[in-house]
């Protein structure tokens, strides 16, 4: 018999599965089971956006892409950021077509960080960043924010985290799985202390258009100073329902594009051609799909944050992306135990805080990306196993 673990890459090996995908894969198996699990909108892909690609697949336009893209993709993506967020991308060099954001997260990462650099990762956080930090040798670094604090980053807090290892920070704002955002002026301060420290940022923007403030998103690339040492990682699941398409886009300085264009041409070789033509549609047509999307989601939001305080669980307000993040220390469960128990007695799905960070424990990540009938009677279900608890005290 072949020991296999004598060839496996033992960083890999050593990397726990996502919490995520374990819960959803408890509820696939299970019948009648409401998921509040995973991030993907209810939303079907917009129809011009799907007719789109249906055109060009009757073309026949299906031979592979540039390795960067379709030139006219990258060009709508180059005048999407001028005119949303007021930043200037060149689409032949500094920008790269993936497939999904999680792709261009990986492509990043691995085209920075080598055997011992250390990056600072906000958690709680998606589940990606840490795991592909360690199989490059990296060290993994946690900066843990606090409901206190909003879930926000605090300039101190980064300052005080800063080593002479340090080359690389991963910003996820809008948050997931905490909703928390960071203002423009909150950008400003942070920028202070990268730029003094030297510091890259990846910053994870694939909720940018899912932000509940009158003002909006601010990417930190659109800071004085920043868009040199940004790779700014965004795409199209959650912004027009193209979960299955999978295709996101990251933008960065040219040197830094051209070599996750290497390694992407390597591991890729191009993202799917048809995924392509849609989302050129989407860029150019998109606007009200998203207005329409999001006020929908802003209705569920609100309603999600006063259910579950209505049923005496603590849920801070998240003003960006289509999760809430409530507290269940008051149940005296774990995270995993709560949702372990949840999903066995009430056929309700949601995902344990600890998922995204050993800071997240305590806490549950519930997605209100899902019909307002589903959310409703999660919620009363929910509430009657809370309840349920207390009686057993």
Same mark, same amino acid.
């Given at each position: ?18 919490? +995520?995908?374990?819960?959803?894969? +408890? ?182 258009? #899912? ?121 005296? #469960? ?60």
């Amino acid at each position: 018999m072949i020991n296999y673990d004598n060839y496996l890459n033992k960083a890999l090996s050593g990397i726990k599965p996502s919490g +995520i995908r374990k819960f959803f894969s +408890i509820a696939e198996e299970m019948d009648n089971v409401i998921s509040l699990g995973v991030g993907e909108p209810d939303f079907k892909t917009p129809w011009h956006i799907r007719q789109y690609g249906i055109d060009y697949l009757e073309q026949g336009r299906t031979r592979y892409t540039a390795n960067a893209g379709l030139i006219e993709l990258r060009r709508e993506i180059s005048n999407y950021y001028a005119r949303r967020f007021l930043i200037k991308y060149n689409p032949e060099t500094e920008i790269l077509v993936t497939v999904g954001g999680s792709e261009g997260i990986d492509m990043a990462i691995r085209a920075l960080v080598e055997t011992g650099d250390e990056v600072l990762i906000v958690e709680p956080s998606f589940v990606c960043y840490k795991p592909i930090v360690e199989v490059c040798g990296g060290i993994a670094t946690p900066l843990v924010t606090k409901e206190e604090n909003e879930f926000k980053l605090t300039p101190k807090e980064l300052k005080e985290a800063i080593t002479p290892k340090t080359k690389l920070l991963v910003l996820p704002y809008p948050n997931n799985p905490t909703g928390a955002i960071l203002t423009e002026s909150e950008l400003k301060e942070l920028a202070e202390v990268i730029i003094e420290n030297d510091l890259i940022v990846i910053s994870d923007e694939i909720y940018s258009e #899912l932000t509940y403030t009158p003002e909006g998103h601010t990417s930190v690339a659109s800071i004085k100073g920043m868009q040199e040492r940004c790779i700014v990682i965004n795409g199209f699941s959650k912004t027009y329902s193209m979960t299955g398409w999978r295709l996101g886009y990251a933008l960065g300085p040219a040197p830094i594009i051209k070599q996750m264009t290497k390694l992407h041409q390597f591991a890729i070789m191009s993202a799917p051609t048809n995924s392509q033509y849609a989302a050129i549609d989407a860029l150019r047509n998109g606007d009200d799909d998203i207005k329409k999307m999001k006020v929908d989601y802003d209705m569920r939001r609100r309603f999600t944050v006063d259910g579950f305080r209505k049923i005496g669980l603590d849920c801070f307000e998240p003003l960006g992306a289509f999760y809430v993040f409530p507290c269940i220390k008051s149940t005296g #469960l774990t995270s995993e135990e709560f949702a372990e128990r949840l999903i066995k007695s009430k056929r309700v799905a949601v995902v344990p805080g600890d998922a995204f960070g050993d800071c997240g424990e305590g806490y549950i990540r519930v997605s209100y990306c899902y019909s307002i009938d589903n959310i409703k009677e999660a919620i009363r279900l929910i509430g009657e196993f809370v309840e349920e608890l207390k009686n057993e005290g």
